[in-house]
T-cell receptor
Framework: DSGVTQTPKHLITATGQRVTLRCSPR?????VYWYQQSLDQGLQFLIQ???????AKGNILERFSAQQFPDLHSELNLSSLELGDSALYFC???????????FGPGTRLTVL | DQQVKQNSPSLSVQEGRISILNCDYT??????FLWYKKYPAEGPTFLIS?????DKNEDGRFTVFLNKSAKHLSLHIVPSQPGDSAVYFC????????????FGQGTTLQVKP
């Protein structure tokens, strides 16, 4: 158990819909990272938050957004969903950029 | 442009022997490297890391070697056990920057009893 929790574990929705994925970091970790793993793709960095502020952006679509709340949990919002958005979405947390990131179990999103 | 590459999609070794997984990178600004192990339908599990100021780090059966001039790192598992069978990802970051991880494509390791 990494200490990082993600909900829901599975999500099935239709094209055009909007979903919210939730992540709670390990106790004390200020940094939250979101990654996407599509079929036949490695893990791709999406976005990072540090203590409530956006810190870095990767290949994140404009239809996607995220935020980190004062209690440090984070949410990833995916809107106008397309079939190609079906993937595993992982959240990770760390105490600093010089330390390892601990990953949650992921949310499997299926867009039909 | 793939900055971190794992050129071997799969590796099969006998139980008790050494497993060597390789990873190459192109960005000389990377200063922190990590290996993760992943089972299907689970999140990656951290194994071992190495800073760019070192060339070797050891933790039990796992050793990571870093060759900065060749932009190459490797993970050695000795002795290999059937429970080590999983997908192994190497990752690199600029810890001096944001620390976001750039992952390789992964190598599937099978350890045969």
């Amino acid at each position: 158990d990494s200490g990082v929790t993600q909900t829901p574990k599975h999500l099935i929705t239709a094209t055009g819909q909007r979903v919210t994925l939730r992540c709670s970091p390990r106790s004390g970790d200020l940094s939250v990272y979101w990654y996407q793993q599509s079929l036949d793709q490695g893990l791709q960095f999406l976005i990072q938050y540090y203590n409530g502020e956006e810190r870095a952006k990767g290949n994140i679509l404009e239809r996607f957004s995220a935020q980190q709340f004062p209690d440090l949990h984070s949410e990833l919002n995916l809107s106008s969903l397309e079939l190609g958005d079906s993937a595993l979405y992982f959240c990770a947390s760390s105490s600093s950029s010089y330390n390892e990131q601990f990953f949650g179990p992921g949310t499997r999103l299926t867009v039909l | 442009d793939q900055q971190v590459k794992q050129n071997s999609p799969s590796l099969s070794v006998q139980e008790g022997r050494i497993s060597i997984l390789n990873c190459d990178y192109t960005n000389s600004m990377f200063d922190y490297f990590l290996w993760y192990k992943k089972y299907p339908a689970e999140g990656p599990t951290f194994l071992i890391s190495i800073s760019s100021i070192k060339d070797k780090n050891e933790d039990g059966r796992f050793t990571v070697f870093l060759n900065k001039s060749a932009k190459h790192l490797s993970l050695h598992i000795v002795p290999s056990q059937p429970g080590d069978s999983a997908v192994y990802f190497c990752a690199a970051s600029r810890a001096s920057n944001t620390g976001k991880l750039i992952f390789g494509q992964g190598t599937t390791l099978q350890v045969k009893p």
